[in-house]
């Protein structure tokens, strides 16, 4: 009598087998040619978005003659160092450095207290038209800034705060970009489990305790992206202390820079040369930044 040998059903969620076959390969074929795509893509993009800085250092390099040249020269020969210190030397950029450092250190702590206290008490705290209080501080970015230029400066004006930096850091603090830096907070610090609050709480923990003992030090992913969107924002404001500052020995750089440019002539090579000087800084702060800011832009966004 022969005995007849049956495989054993498969189990359900056991591994299958990879399948072969000259379908297999040529599927695998086709997403290494696909990878290699996007890749060589994401490098032509890269390039383009590099371009304006490599010609900006190219022509911080080069005489105004080698700048205008056509065909366009690429590479400076020879290379115009003195551009940086003629830069140096027509405008106190020093000076201007100060100044602008010094709006940083006040702009960029405020800013970074006030949006978080508001993010705080929208998304931990309960009280009677919370939501409603979101809703309008939300609609407030629909609101164009040209809309309140002449009422504020006029308010500045009676104040007697023109050419002062009262305009520049009082309303940065308390005002504009607010409303969205307060949006990325408060959908950082609801991702946070309430739990750690309830039992917060329960040991008789106050929501100023709480506020800066448990929700700021497991927000720092969303703190140094707004610290950063602030740093930037304040270091290439232009716009503000034009229409606020007169005295030149309170310019800012971003002010400065448009200094180099007169009515009749235009040192090019220096004001290309201030520039990357300027430039160079956002670029350090940035690169040493960007896994936070990444971080923080996809864990805001998580929940709410």
Same mark, same amino acid.
Do not use: H
């Given at each position: 009598m022969s005995t007849v040998t049956s495989t054993p059903p498969a189990r359900a969620g056991a591994p299958r087998s990879a399948p072969t076959g000259p379908q297999d390969e040529a599927h695998r074929r086709m997403r290494r040619i696909g990878r290699i795509v996007v890749h060589v893509l994401l490098a032509l993009g890269g390039l383009a978005s590099l371009a304006p800085f490599l010609w900006l250092v190219r022509s911080a390099l080069m005489t105004d003659e080698q700048m205008? #040249?056509? %065909?366009?020269?690429? @590479?400076? =020969?020879?290379? #115009? @160092?003195?551009?940086? /210190?003629?830069?140096? +030397?027509? +405008?106190?950029?020093?000076?201007?450095?100060?100044?602008?450092?010094?709006?940083?250190? *006040?702009?960029?702590?405020?800013?970074?207290? =006030?949006?978080?206290?508001? #993010?705080?008490?929208?998304?931990? $705290?309960? @009280?009677?038209?919370?939501?409603?209080?979101?809703?309008?501080? $939300?609609? /407030?970015?629909?609101? %164009?800034?040209?809309?309140?230029?002449?009422?504020?400066?006029?308010? @500045?004006?009676?104040?007697? #705060?023109?050419?002062?930096?009262?305009?520049?850091?009082?309303?940065?603090?308390?005002?504009?970009?607010?409303?969205?830096?307060?949006?990325?907070?408060?959908?950082?610090?609801?991702? *946070?489990?309430?739990?750690?609050?309830?039992?917060?709480?329960?040991?008789?923990?106050?929501?100023?305790?709480?506020? /800066?003992? *448990?929700?700021?030090?497991? /927000?720092? %992913?969303?703190? *140094?992206?707004?610290g950063v969107f602030t740093f930037m924002a304040t270091w290439n404001d232009l716009f503000n202390p034009l229409i606020y500052i007169s005295d030149s020995s309170k310019y800012t750089l971003a002010l400065g820079l448009a200094s180099f440019q007169s009515l009749y002539s235009t040192e090019w090579g220096f004001l290309m040369a201030a520039s990357l000087m300027v430039v160079a800084p956002v670029i350090v702060v940035f690169f040493f930044a960007q896994r936070y800011i990444l971080e923080g832009v996809v864990l805001s966004g998580m929940k709410g």
């Open positions: 205008f #040249a056509f %065909p366009p020269e690429w @590479w400076p =020969s020879p290379v #115009a @160092w003195g551009n940086f /210190s003629g830069a140096l +030397q027509t +405008q106190p950029l020093g000076l201007y450095l100060l100044n602008t450092l010094l709006l940083e250190v *006040i702009v960029v702590p405020g800013v970074l207290l =006030s949006t978080s206290l508001a #993010a705080f008490s929208l998304a931990r $705290m309960r @009280w009677p038209g919370r939501r409603i209080v979101f809703a309008a501080l $939300m609609s /407030s970015l629909l609101l %164009p800034g040209a809309a309140t230029l002449i009422p504020t400066f006029v308010l @500045w004006q009676q104040l007697g #705060a023109l050419n002062t930096y009262f305009p520049l850091t009082v309303p940065a603090i308390l005002g504009a970009g607010g409303a969205f830096n307060i949006f990325l907070l408060r959908q950082f610090f609801l991702t *946070i489990p309430n739990d750690l609050d309830d039992a917060a709480y329960l040991d008789g923990a106050s929501p100023l305790y709480v506020y /800066s003992r *448990i929700v700021l030090p497991l /927000s720092k %992913p969303a703190l *140094i992206l707004v």
